[in-house]
């Protein structure tokens, strides 16, 4: 039996519901807080609140605005709630996306149909990002057929002006930076950026997918963070995540435009199909109506004051984060975080390895991200980890004891894939051997393990394609699809 077959008969629903319960027992414990990434929970009250808002609108499809007005007067309400909060301007407008990385699609793909009408003569469009924006945007100028250059960043993490300014050329259709970007949760210098994008005339978008509904409730926000948002003059669209710290359901995010000549060009039309005049504002055809009513709800529910309270807790916890690494004399945070997307590393990386370290922590329990350039652990404190701050550090200050004892741990697990792939230096390589898990992952030959049993149906007598010594390595990579 290697593959598994349509069902030839009706299960009754007991059958069904328990086989997917059993099938999660081995997924990562967000509940508890074991995970730094992937969901954002504030409270089994606030997920029944959701289902029901969610459920409301279940079976609509925003496909046709004209055929559910409801849907489409709450996504224009929720465009106008967001741009409101971004302190964008009476003509912004915009779209709910299905996420971050559809809301980067868009405002890559209007940025190239508007310089195709307004600068005919480029041929080979560029995005210009920073290398730590977000790598969904990447992904977007390779779906697009955009050239994707990124710069550097600072000692502080934050994109290097200056490079940006040199590599602005007559192709660039887009700058792209971050409030905050990702791996260090730092502001990107958005005034100065925006000074250049103005002087060029090119539209300049800020990813405020992960800080868009948390910098704005920050207290003292005005006074302690450098201005983000549309009331910088050159920022033309910016991407706020509802499904992030919005706390919505997932499949939600915001992409407002100072104005409509922008987001004119996201819009996809036909007056050719057979199937009738055809319009679309954004990527997919049928869009879920219980996203955008659970989003509506959301931002009703909580108001401008309960996302304060919770910010408010949220960098407390973050704070007892920061300062339980600062507590570990071989630990340090990198940069000053603007919110609570905390990045640690060791002080000395030729004796301590990180990655030993984060192996030692799943083997707690904990499912850990790691990143690159530099080596570090990443965590996006949320509010549901006020529970888990003291477990954690123990595990950590241990983890870092092991790891000290233990040096030729940095060869061993994940650490040694990370180790090894960082000695390769053509990256496109190591891109191979990534495609080669990917191809496994989905081939349908891979075993699924769950409590120590394979998934019924998935198991085969054919094998996955082999993956070289890297690869085999590679196997166990979590961080970098996420
Ligand atoms: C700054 C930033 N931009 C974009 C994204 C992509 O968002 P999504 O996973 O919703 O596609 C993320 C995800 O973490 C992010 O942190």
């Excluded at 969610?54 to 106008?80: C, D, H, I, R, W």
């Excluded at 480029?122 to 995005?127: A, G, Q």
């Excluded at 994707?148 to 192709?171: E, H, I, M, P």
């Excluded at 910098?215 to 991407?239: H, Q």
């Amino acid at each position: 039996m290697s593959r598994v077959p349509f069902p030839s008969q009706a299960k009754p629903e007991a059958e069904i519901f328990s086989a997917m319960d059993a099938m999660r027992t081995g997924d990562a414990d967000w509940k508890h807080a074991k995970t730094w990434s992937l969901v954002y929970h504030v409270s089994d009250e606030h997920t029944e609140f959701l289902k029901k808002a969610y459920g409301k609108f279940f079976t609509e499809n925003l496909l046709n605005p004209l055929a559910f007005k409801s849907l489409k007067k709450m996504e224009t309400e929720v465009v106008q709630m967001v741009a409101d909060l971004l302190h964008a301007g009476p003509e912004a407008v915009g779209t709910i996306n299905s996420g971050g990385t559809e809301s980067l699609l868009l405002a890559a793909k209007s940025a190239r149909d508007r310089a195709r009408k307004t600068r005919p003569w480029i041929r080979n469009p560029e995005v210009l990002a920073v290398q730590t924006t977000h790598v969904a945007l990447e992904k977007a100028c390779a779906t697009l057929g955009i050239k994707f250059r990124s710069v550097g960043t600072r000692d502080d993490y934050r994109a290097d002006v200056d490079q940006l300014r040199r590599a602005v050329n007559r192709n660039t259709i887009l700058i792209a930076a971050s409030a905050p970007q990702y791996p260090q949760g730092v502001i990107d210098p958005i005034e100065e950026i925006a000074a250049i994008a103005l002087d060029k005339n090119i539209p300049f978008h800020v990813d405020a997918c992960i800080g868009g509904f948390f910098l704005p409730f920050m207290k003292d926000a005005d006074r302690r963070l450098p201005a983000w948002d549309f009331r910088v003059k050159g920022v033309t669209s910016i991407s706020a995540d509802l499904h992030k710290f919005g706390y919505t359901a997932k499949g939600a995010s915001a992409l407002i435009y100072r104005d409509m000549s922008y987001l004119k060009h996201q819009f996809f039309v036909s007056a050719l199909w057979s199937g009738g005049f055809f319009g679309s504002p954004s990527m997919p055809g049928t869009r879920p109506g219980g996203a955008i009513s659970a989003a509506w709800a959301t931002l009703q529910k909580f108001g401008r004051q309960g996302y304060e309270e919770m910010v408010q807790k949220t960098m407390e916890v973050a704070e007892r984060f920061k300062k339980g690494i600062e507590a570990i004399p071989e630990l340090q945070v990198l940069g000053n975080p603007d919110m609570s997307l905390i990045a640690y590393a060791t002080r000395d990386p030729s004796s301590i390895n990180i990655y030993a370290i984060a192996d030692q922590l799943e083997k707690k329990g904990w499912l850990i991200d790691r990143q690159q350039s530099p080596a570090c652990i990443h965590a996006t404190v949320t509010l549901n980890h006020a529970q888990a701050i003291d477990a954690y550090m123990a595990d950590l200050r241990q983890a870092v004891e092991t790891v000290k004892k233990n040096p030729q741990l940095a060869k061993e697990g994940q650490a040694g894939m990370y180790g090894l792939a960082a000695k390769i230096p053509v990256k496109g390589l190591v891109n191979m051997e990534i495609l080669k898990v990917m191809e496994g992952l989905y081939s349908g030959k891979d075993k699924i393990e769950f409590s120590g049993n394979e998934l019924e149906g998935s198991e085969s007598s054919e094998k996955p394609p082999a993956p070289s010594g890297l690869g085999r390595l590679i196997q166990k990579f979590k961080g970098m699809i996420g």
